[in-house]
T-cell receptor, first 112, second 109 residues
Framework: DVKVTQSSRYLVKRTGEKVFLECVQD?????MFWYRQDPGLGLRLIYF???????EKGDIPEGYSVSREKKERFSLILESASTNQTSMYLC???????????FGPGTRLTVL | EDQVTQSPEALRLQEGESSSLNCSYT??????LFWYRQDPGKGPEFLFT???AGEEKEKERLKATLTKKESFLHITAPKPEDSATYLC??????????FGSGTKLNVKP
């Protein structure tokens, strides 16, 4: 059974903290994505990666960075968390040319 | 401007009351249209892919159709467990992927 897992379901952090969100997929997918989902705004792409050590900015990359050291793992980093980064964060992966994304269960991040 | 619009935003049905959700798109070079189901607090779960106008896909009480301008997700005799948010997304212009904002479906017993 294909799987995308995320390190935490719920996370509470303080303003200014450095936050790491981890995502692992077991499907040998080349492409991996980080989205955030907010009421009324839908899913918005933060960053994506199409290969190890490769990354591309999505629609809203400001305040975030990513790391992909291994094919199966894609990390999202909030260098200095702010309250407007409180959101649901979703990781996804796909094979090149496949189109649809497989999503993880999400991490609900609250920044106080 | 490229857009994906879902309607209605919310839909309340009685159990057994069939209806349709709409996803209209104005993008060029459509390569695929995807439907997802999302339960509260969880990630989207893939349902269907449609590639060309006239194509239909079915799964249990759900049937997805595609025209050149829109897609419909028909729900036949829904049950309370069909309550969820349904998202559509389009893949276009080689690798652009865009989600609609979703339709929240509530099926009352």
């Amino acid at each position: 059974d294909v799987k995308v897992t995320q390190s935490s379901r719920y996370l509470v952090k303080r303003t200014g903290e450095k936050v790491f969100l981890e995502c692992v997929q077991d499907m040998d997918h080349e492409n991996m994505f980080w989205y955030r989902q907010d009421p009324g705004l839908g899913l918005r792409l933060i960053y994506f990666s199409y290969d190890v050590k490769m990354k591309e900015k999505g629609d809203i990359p400001e305040g975030y960075s990513v790391s992909r050291e291994k094919k199966e793992r894609f990390s999202l980093i909030l260098e200095s968390a702010s309250t407007n980064q409180t959101s649901m964060y979703l990781c996804a992966s796909t094979l090149i040319g496949q189109g649809y994304r497989f999503f993880g269960p999400g991490t609900r991040l609250t920044v106080l | 401007e490229d857009q994906v619009t879902q309607s209605p935003e919310a839909l309340r049905l009685q159990e057994g009351e069939s209806s349709s959700l709409n996803c209209s798109y104005t993008v060029s070079g459509l390569r695929g249209l995807f439907w997802y189901r999302q339960d509260p607090g969880k990630g989207p779960e893939f349902l269907f892919t449609l590639y060309s106008a006239g194509e239909e896909k079915e799964k249990e009480r759900l049937k997805a159709t595609l025209t050149k301008k829109e897609s419909f997700l028909h729900i036949t005799a829904p049950k309370p467990e069909d309550s969820a948010t349904y998202l559509c997304a389009v893949l276009y212009n080689f690798n652009k992927f865009y989600f609609g904002s979703g339709t929240k479906l509530n099926v009352k017993p």
